[in-house]
């Protein structure tokens, strides 16, 4: 025998078996490059997987809160998650659980819409705004009448709440400060400007939750207007289309967004407000007037609600929508809401219904098992790494739209076609420097109080608002 | 960090407050106190006291030194690549650079777990070492039988088949075996616990037998077509696509199944839909020699020319055609990472070549014989079969292989033969049978379970097979380099010549122009005609004078440097020299 040493492979079946049936598999890891081929195109079809299964479970809708009429405004408990204050065009004011999807309290609070809800910081009230000239506060206790009436000369359309003082602000026909120990406003934000009429009336105010001495608002005129209650008005811009709604970013506390009437989101840096920077980015993607927004409590989302019968999801630093929802028998919706939690978005619209979707519209509801948990970062690292290849790509921006919406798009990318042509030809046959070129991000924005011509009467055409899309807002302006 | 005084080390459980109040008392209080274990004492004399200060090494500063520090070998085999070089973002674009650096830093960390699993590798290699002045050649499988534990003796056995010359394969996983013969005889079974699975005769010519993705089906490349049984010798399916089959081939990963037939013809078969991805011609006759490379699931065929050729299914001709031998190539494989390659011609050659850099051999032996066999472990070694004979080699890549390792003389020709994938066992298949052979250190001694589990169970496979589909790589991403797919796309050579040679040869764009409508006798047919005539010339002019411009623009660079040649001061002779034709435009 010449053999001097000899080790042959021989594995022990019991140490690569379990040893009852009890038992979970043994599972032994070589993580030996050699072992393992085609690293890149397994994980290319990994990542395919993990989008078609995206846009196999995107089922965003989960149920819906009826009512007895079109729903007009919608806002947070101020103390409970679970719960949200609704009201309606008939003055209704009502308590919803959303977990259990059923209506805890009822109140005919006004005399016909309620126009806005309100919960106050202290944690047990709110406040409601009707259309009878009155505003509300309802204590938290199941009382049926309200603890504080302020009366006033004329409608209200909005209220807002400062984050900790007690004080809140309202406006109309004038933009007001009221303390709430008093019947009387503290101030009001009188600011007739050149060339707009005196009675404009003034849609949405919003105080800021960070710097909360800040707020805005935005009024019929065009105008969007900043307040410091510590001073007097700040800055007036005037936009060429009417502002909705307004939204400040909680996490970036300088970032104001605007819905628009002319289809549009607008985020502002109101650190720029002076200057051309001052529109940070343009969401686009609604065929119609948009008319509330709301940010997720992670300052990266804000969702919103639009005539054009939709719902749709923004991420703050893109222009085009990352979602968007909408129902068959959804009407047009009138107030949108991102649940505290980040979970859901209720948007009430004009067919009786609050509706509750997922935020995430493929997130799997309840607990995720550990195994279930890092399967799904997992993919969504495999998304991130392989997103921007052109099959997965298309998997991943397809939604599919109701039909209006879908022609409205394709009409609407005609027109701009037509108008950007239109522009282009008209600089070549200019002289040059006749027609410049204004960035997409100014075009809508007239500019501000000083900037603006006295004279003239802020017709978008004439000063240079041209933008896309801008004269047949127009048209639909009073839908 | 480094600089301490004596005491400040000592304070391991009070509190940071207690630490620091004795740190300052001993700051001016340690007098001659010198314990050696502190090295750079400094002392000095300060306000008439004497002050000693001790600066503590680094290495016995640390108490908890963290974890053990990976072989930096041991990290250039679960190396990722070398990553990105940050410097080529710029300065200003921070989030972007602040990103990689955090991506970069992930895959590191991936790299660096990976290594540290090997200590957690349970198997040895196994490895065979003769006494001194004999050779491990001289070592029979009797021997070795002898010496080994008496599973493992049980792994090596003979079987005496009538049915020869045989053709064999393993499944990926190493647990089962089929073998086919010349006159229809298909066997397949568990060859560790000998348990036969099915056994048939074909009654035909079987050429080559196969494994699909499991165990449970086989396909066999009969006289006419491609047969597919399942576990139990049913017949599942019959390819009349793949007729004439020579060699079959199964890429696990893509679910294909590949053929080379007698007329030269390539085809690979998708056996999860059952639709052939394509089939053409090679134009290089007859294909008997065909391996795939594991590494990039390319094929590699032999020709009668000494070339090797490799196709993918993406194009129909070879995407990389190399002369290996001057002679006739017998056999080729490609070792498991698919970084080698070993031919063998009738020029009694072996070569080893760089199979991901082919222009050159990395070493070649030479034989006594042409070798008809080539086959590499797990473990690189190299097995090549000359006759009856079978030659095992070590270090064939590194170029020591000056005498075989191991040799086997088989009762007949050796037909076909394969290592076993994770034991230390090579299978040849002969005229006369089958025999498993011992050689020790050539399987990889551990697998990896979600990969390849030679102790899977039923629910086990069944989960990896759906698994396995699941993540079944298109075939369109079969290429030379696996890579590609996360790589940036560069355009190649060629297609750059393409676009240019597409920007140089423009076609007349078609012009559907439809003529208005007019009144007073204007729209005639001939009017009409003639009105869309010459809307359709007038464009079509304006664009080839565009195109026409553009071409000189691109074309005046290169042939700038023409004429400079052509303008030399011209002499009176000149006149007699051959006129040149004048040179066609394009």
């Not at chain 1, 054009?308 to 009407?331: L, P, W």
């Not at chain 2, 793949?242 to 890429?251: A, I, P, Q, S």
């Not at chain 2, 011992?438 to 990889?444: D, F, K, N, R, S």
């Amino acid at each position: 025998m010449s053999i001097k040493k000899i080790n042959v492979i021989s594995r022990n079946p019991d140490q690569y078996l379990r040893e009852t049936k009890r038992d979970i598999h043994k599972v032994q890891r070589n993580y030996d490059p050699d072992l393992h081929p085609f690293e890149a195109a397994r994980e290319y079809k990994l990542a395919l997987n993990a989008v078609k299964l995206e846009k196999v479970f995107a089922k965003p809708f989960i149920g819906s809160l009826t009512h007895t009429e079109e729903v007009s405004a919608i806002s947070r408990h101020p103390s409970r998650l679970s719960c949200i204050f609704t009201g309606t065009v008939d003055g209704e004011v009502l308590l919803w659980n959303i977990a259990t999807q059923k209506r805890q309290w009822q109140v005919q609070g006004h005399n016909g819409k309620v126009w806005c809800i309100v919960g106050a910081p202290d944690g047990n009230s709110f406040f409601t705004v009707g259309n009878d000239k009155t505003i509300k506060r309802w204590s938290l206790e199941d009382s049926d009448l309200p603890t504080d009436t302020w009366l006033c000369d004329t409608i209200v359309t909005s209220l807002t709440h400062h984050r900790y003082r007690q004080e809140f602000v309202t406006c109309g026909q004038r933009v007001l400060l009221w303390d709430v120990g008093t019947k009387a406003p503290k101030t009001s934000y009188d600011w007739t400007t050149t060339g707009d009429r005196s009675d404009t009336t003034t849609t949405c105010v919003k105080f800021s939750p960070v710097q909360a001495d800040v707020f805005a608002s935005g009024d019929h005129s065009n105008n969007l207007v900043l307040y410091d209650t510590r001073a007097r008005e700040v800055k007036k811009l005037k936009m060429s289309m009417r502002i909705n709604s307004l939204a400040w970013n909680p996490m970036e506390a300088f970032i104001l967004t605007a819905a628009s009437e002319d289809y549009n989101v607008y985020s502002f840096d109101i650190r720029n407000f002076d200057n051309k920077g001052r529109v940070v980015c343009v969401h686009e993607g609604h065929t119609s007037a948009v008319t509330d927004i709301d940010y997720a409590p992670t300052g990266r989302e804000f969702c919103t609600a639009s005539f054009d019968k939709s719902v749709r999801i923004f991420r703050t630093t893109e222009a085009h929508s990352r979602d968007v929802y909408h129902g068959k028998r959804m009407f047009r919706v009138n107030c949108v809401l991102w649940s505290t939690d980040n979970k859901y978005i209720l948007s009430g619209s004009s067919d009786h219904n609050v509706r509750i979707w997922k935020a995430q519209a493929s997130e799997k509801m309840g607990i995720l098992a550990p195994r279930e948990k890092s399967a799904k970062n997992y993919n969504e690292e495999l998304k991130n790494k392989f997103g921007h290849f052109p099959e997965l790509r298309r998997i991943n921006h397809h939604r599919h739209l109701p039909k209006h919406i879908y022609n409205a798009k394709k009409e609407h990318r005609a027109i701009k076609d037509a108008q950007a042509r239109k522009e282009a030809n008209r600089r070549i046959h200019s002289r040059p420097g006749a027609v410049p070129f204004i960035p997409f991000q100014q075009r809508s924005v007239v500019g501000l109080q000083d900037e603006i011509p006295s004279t003239s009467g802020f017709s978008p055409n004439q000063s240079g608002g041209v933008g896309g899309g801008d004269e047949d807002d127009e048209e639909e302006d009073d839908m | 960090m480094g600089k301490f005084n004596k005491m400040g080390r000592g304070g391991g459980s009070s509190s940071n407050s207690h630490w620091n109040q004795q740190q300052q008392q001993h700051k001016f209080k340690s007098k001659g106190m010198k314990p050696e274990r502190y090295s750079n004492v400094k002392c000095e004399v300060k306000d008439g006291v004497m002050v000693t200060e001790y600066t503590l090494s680094r290495k016995q500063l640390k108490r908890f030194p963290g974890r053990k520090v990976v072989d930096p070998k041991l990290l250039q085999k679960y190396s990722k690549g070398e990553g990105v070089q940050q410097k080529i973002y710029g300065r200003k674009n921070s989030i972007l650079r602040h990103k990689m650096k955090k991506k970069e830093e992930k895959i590191h960390q991936a790299e660096e777990e990976a290594a540290r699993t090997e200590t957690l590798l349970t198997e040895s290699s196994g490895l065979l070492e003769a006494e001194e002045g004999t050779y491990t050649a001289h070592i029979t499988q009797k021997d070795i039988r002898k010496a080994v534990d008496i599973t493992t003796a049980a792994k090596g056995f003979d079987l005496q088949l009538p049915f020869g010359p045989y053709k064999m394969r393993f499944t990926p996983n190493g647990r089962h075996l089929v073998l086919g013969g010349r006159k229809g005889h298909l066997a397949a079974f568990d060859w560790v616990t000998k348990k036969l699975h099915t056994e048939i005769n074909v009654m035909e010519s079987i050429h080559d037998v196969c494994w699909l993705h499991t165990e449970q089906m086989m396909a066999a490349a009969q006289k006419e077509w491609v047969y597919i049984y399942d576990n139990q010798g049913t017949e599942l399916h019959c390819l009349k696509k793949l007729d004439r089959v020579l060699k079959l081939e199964f890429l696990p990963y893509h679910f294909l199944l590949c053929s080379s037939s007698e007329s030269g013809f390539l085809s690979w078969l998708d056996v999860t839909l059952g639709k052939e991805v394509i089939q053409f011609p090679t134009r290089k006759g007859r294909i008997e020699i065909m391996c795939q490379n594991p590494y990039n699931a390319v094929l590699c065929c032999g020709h009668a020319k000494g070339t090797v050729t490799m196709w993918t299914p993406n194009k129909k001709e070879a995407v990389m055609t190399v002369l290996c031998h001057p002679r006739p190539v017998k056999a080729i494989d490609v070792d498991p990472s698919g970084r080698y390659m070993a031919t063998t011609g009738l020029d009694r050659m072996v070569k080893i070549w760089d199979s991901r850099n082919m222009g050159e051999q990395l070493h070649s032996y030479l034989l006594p014989h042409g070798a008809m066999n080539v086959k590499f472990s797990q473990k690189n070694l190299l097995a090549v079969s000359l006759g009856n004979v079978v030659e095992v080699f070590k270090d064939v890549i590194t170029g020591g292989a000056s005498k075989s390792y191991m040799t086997h003389k088989a009762d007949g020709i050796v037909t076909d033969m394969q290592f076993c994938p994770y034991e230390d066992i090579l299978g040849i298949s002969t005229y006369k049978g089958y025999s498993s052979l011992i050689i020790p250190g050539a399987g990889e001694p551990n697998f990896d379970a979600l990969e390849a589990n030679p102790y899977i169970s039923l629910s086990g496979r069944r989960e990896a097979e759906v698994k396995a589909v699941l993540t079944k790589v298109p075939s369109n991403l079969i290429t030379l380099d696996p890579f590609t797919i996360g790589q940036v796309d560069v355009p190649t050579l060629q297609e750059k010549v393409d676009a240019k040679a597409k920007l140089i040869h423009v076609k007349k764009p078609e012009i559907d122009f439809t003529p208005r409508y007019r009144m007073k006798g204007k729209s005639g047919s001939a009017q009409k005609f003639k009105r869309k005539q010459k809307v359709k010339v007038d464009q079509q002019r304006e664009y080839l004078k565009a195109a026409k411009e553009q071409r000189e623009a691109l074309l005046s660079d290169t042939t700038d440097s023409k004429t400079k040649q052509d303008d030399k001061p011209s002499e009176v002779l000149d006149r007699f020299k051959p006129k040149k034709k004048a040179q066609k435009k394009n």
